[in-house]
């Protein structure tokens, strides 16, 4: 393998200028790398040859460089390689001796547009915390085990975003919670984006590390706490049930997305607001938002809709949507938050003991499903909810559900309250 420095004739400008090139030739094929070095015409001699010293010297300086590191491949290697991947060996070792930069933040917002929705939704919000933590867009140098901890600290500290239907975002004075999901989410966030960036600007095919550690191997992201149980007693359940029509407003509409979402298996309420597919026969079709882009049957969804909850939807049903919940409510997050007030307002009004939202209905379900009294098996709880069940991954690779079973266990849930 051969490098030299060259001056190519047929590439000279109109006014007589010219460039050197770095030469390499392997295998009896060569590539050329354009220097930097201009050549005046009076920098060559009558014979045509280059006879000027200082940019000769410039020229071997540079030969000399891409010679040291092509000296240092090991011979098995360049055996294997052609020109066009010695060079690019060659280019990304250099690249690789100076300090790689990366702007963190903005890599880690186009990583989100490349992320669905919601997901994408958090990442932003977590590099915007990073910025807020730095006081400008960090480097990726700046993302170190020790500036980790420092980050943690900042987010259990920061005043937590109080969202309100119609306002700006408040900032309140308490912080995140020790154990908070903010926390986790945010850090989960960065750790993912550095991911990306090591696999984007590793080579490790050919050798090159711009990124050679992983903070994140070195710093433990906070392990959530032991959830509390979200169910509620079934009395509860039963008091909306009889309450219901005479509530009014927001109350009527926290309550009754109580309990279609407890009717429909814990269907989600980002899935009740985007629904487009009508059931049919009775039968309501759709794919988990939640974790259809994880599982291999993208989280498909047949619930039959028991006539005791087909009186509640008759409510909302929609024009194009199944619900009507798009025409009530600009945005999820506003529907989400006014169905989480209406049912603070009901179990305000009646002197409940226990906080709750909607996505308590989902835990109720699976609690009463399991329960000594229904005894339903924790299979058809799984597939009843779209859950993952890893000792069952398998079985589910040759095994249809049969939706006709997850029915009748919902059914038996039903059937425990006086509708």
């Known amino acids: 393998m ?16 010219n460039f050197i090139r770095i030469r390499i030739t392997h295998k009896r094929k060569s590539k050329y790398i354009k220097t930097n070095i201009l050549l005046e015409p009076e ?13 000769k010297d410039l020229a071997d300086d540079e030969v000399r460089k891409y010679r040291r590191v092509i000296d240092e491949m090991p011979t098995s290697a360049t055996d294997e390689m052609n020109v066009d991947e010695v060079l690019r060996y060659v280019q990304a070792k250099l690249k690789e001796n100076e300090a790689f930069r990366l702007n963190f933040a903005r890599y880690g ?8 929705e919601s997901t994408a939704h958090n990442y932003r919000v977590a590099m915007r915390c990073l910025v807020r933590f730095f006081g400008h867009e960090p480097d990726i140098s700046e993302i170190t085990v020790k500036s980790m901890r420092r980050f943690e600290e900042f987010i259990r500290n920061e005043p937590r975003m109080v969202y309100h239907i119609g306002k700006d975002v408040l900032m309140t004075k308490k912080g995140m919670s020790k154990g908070g999901h903010a926390i986790r989410q945010y850090l989960n966030a960065v750790r993912s984006v550095y991911k990306a960036a090591r696999i984007e600007f590793n080579e490790p095919d050919i050798g090159v590390f711009r990124l050679p550690v992983d903070p994140f191997e070195y710093y433990a992201i906070p392990k959530p706490p032991v959830p509390e149980h979200r169910n509620i007693p079934a009395e509860w359940v039963q008091m909306m049930i009889d309450q219901r029509k005479g509530l009014t407003g927001l109350e009527r509409l926290g309550v009754d997305l109580f309990l279609i979402s407890f009717g429909l298996q814990g269907i989600n309420i980002v899935d009740m607001y985007t629904l487009t597919e009508k059931p049919k026969d009775g039968v309501l079709h759709y794919y988990r938002s939640k974790t259809k882009d994880s599982k291999r ?6 619930v039959r809709i028991e006539d ?29 938050i006014a169905v989480n007030d209406g049912l603070k307002r009901w179990y305000t ?4 003991d226990r906080h709750f939202t909607f996505y308590s209905a989902r835990h109720t379900w699976a609690t009463l499903a399991a329960s000594k009294k229904l005894g339903i098996e924790s299979s058809l709880i799984t ?3 779209a859950h993952s069940d890893r000792s069952r991954q398998m079985d589910m690779v040759y095994i249809s559900k049969d939706w006709e079973r997850v029915w009748d266990a919902n059914a038996k849930v039903l059937g425990l309250f006086k509708w």
């Open 297 to 302: 049957d993208r989280a498909e969804m047949f």
């Open 349 to 352: 009004r009646n002197k409940l």
């Open 43 to 55: 920098d060559f001699a009558r014979s045509g040859n280059l006879r000027h010293q200082g940019k």
């Open 308 to 336: 005791c909850i087909a009186e509640i939807l008759k409510d909302y049903l929609g024009r194009k949507m199944v619900f009507r919940f798009s025409e009530m409510y600009a945005t999820k997050l506003n529907f989400t």
């Open 109 to 116: 917002m186009e990583v989100a547009d490349r992320k669905k």
């Open 383 to 385: 597939d009843a909810l």
């Open 2 to 17: 051969t490098v030299e420095y060259v001056v190519l004739p047929h590439l000279k400008k109109s006014d007589g200028t």
